[in-house]
């Protein structure tokens, strides 16, 4: 069957086979965990049965130009920050999004009578797409209004310099001595005091944040590694005093006191 140059999502037969087609991926995650995360499984299916059929092409590399760019800025706080410090710029990466999603739905209608069936199905992945970026954009509005909620509810009971939600905190603590890197954490907390720490936990369960207690970082179990971008790290390295010797400290079902600290 000969090959139609010129459909959508339709690829040049001597282009070469790159391990990945998604730009600025400098992670360990694959092209399809990241279509997967951020279209859904049955989506990557779709672009596969594409493929197979040698579909992939101009559209195609704009569809992975849109995925490669949420997908830079959602594994780089430093990017994500500035992004929500300017929105008129944040507006512009946006805008340059969707004008990627038009340019493809314009190629799919030119050449929909010529294949009704890859024609729905490329309707499907830019649909999808479309969707993807409306998250991308309401993931800016949500993450500002709840770092504001946080910040309040939180400095109640510590210094707001003991609230960090800047790139620098937050990629000190995506990871242990694993180097396991599987999400950010969304705020990572300094308690200076045992006082602080239950107020910090308190509010963090109101907040709906999972909480992560972090000694040092040294552990090989991921123990301190963030499975939810709704985490809160609890960093304890200023929790330096040890308290006095305690002689009469009892263990639930023996009857011999303990010396504890």
Sequence with gaps: MPVDTKSPLLPSETSPVRLREIPYNYTSFSDREIVTRLLGEENWQVLNSLR????????????????????AVQRNPYLEDDLLNNRKRR??????LR??????????????????DRSKRVAQLI???HQAVNTFEAHFKDTEKLRKKSLTLLS?????D?????????????????????????????PRNEDE???????????????IPRGGGTGYTG??????PYSAVINTEKLLAIGKVELDSQLAGIEQTYATV
């Design 52 to 71: 197979e059929e040698r579909v992939t092409g101009r559209s195609s590399q704009m569809l992975f130009e849109v995925l490669g760019d949420i997908w």
């Design 197 to 211: 720490v239950g107020h910090m936990v308190r509010d963090c369960i109101k907040l709906g944040l999972t909480i």
């Design 127 to 129: 649909e999808a797409t």
């Design 91 to 96: 507006k512009s990466l946006l805008d340059a």
């Design 162 to 190: 003991n609230i960090r939600f800047d790139g620098y905190a937050r990629v000190a603590h995506v990871t242990d001595a694993t180097d396991w890197r599987v999400e950010y954490p969304f705020v990572v907390l300094y």
């Design 156 to 160: 109640k009971h510590t210094r707001k």
């Design 223 to 228: 123990g301190a590694v963030p499975l939810t």
């Design 99 to 116: 004008h990627r999603l038009s340019q493809m739905e314009k190629r799919r209608v030119e050449y929909e009578a010529e294949g009704p």
